[in-house]
């Protein structure tokens, strides 16, 4: 089992930045993927951007160059650096772990809102 615990939402104006976090806790060997996804009112949810275990990433095409995904293995966390923050990127933004054999496991979820 994976346990995921994000911190990092906030409240915003539109242009800033805010930096996301996910700690990964549990009992497995490595977590395969990890990644961000989001959810709007009314939407579904939505892939932000993701990372393998090497360092691959893929981003959301609304968020590229914009958004950074990275993931420090030792620490069992990823991190989500958002800049450039528009109105339309407020969401429910949530932590996805992705374990080879077990399957998906996600966290709680952190609000982010962007004002304009």
């Known amino acids: 089992q994976v346990q995921l615990m994000e911190s990092g939402g906030g409240l915003v104006q539109a242009g800033g930045s805010l930096r996301l976090s996910c700690v990964a806790s549990g009992s497995f060997f490595s977590i395969n993927v990890m990644g961000w996804y989001r959810q709007a009112p009314g939407k579904q949810r939505e892939l932000v951007a993701s990372?393998?275990?090497?360092?691959?990433?893929n981003y959301a095409y609304s968020v590229k160059g914009r958004f950074t995904i990275s993931r420090d293995n030792a620490k069992k966390t990823v991190y989500l650096q958002t800049n450039s923050l528009k109105p339309e990127d407020t969401a429910v933004y949530y932590c996805?772990?992705?374990?080879?054999?077990?399957?998906?496991?996600w966290g709680q979820g952190t609000q982010v809102t962007v004002s304009s």
């Open positions: 990372i393998s275990s090497g360092g691959s990433t």
């Open positions: 996805n772990a992705w374990v080879r054999g077990v399957g998906d496991f």
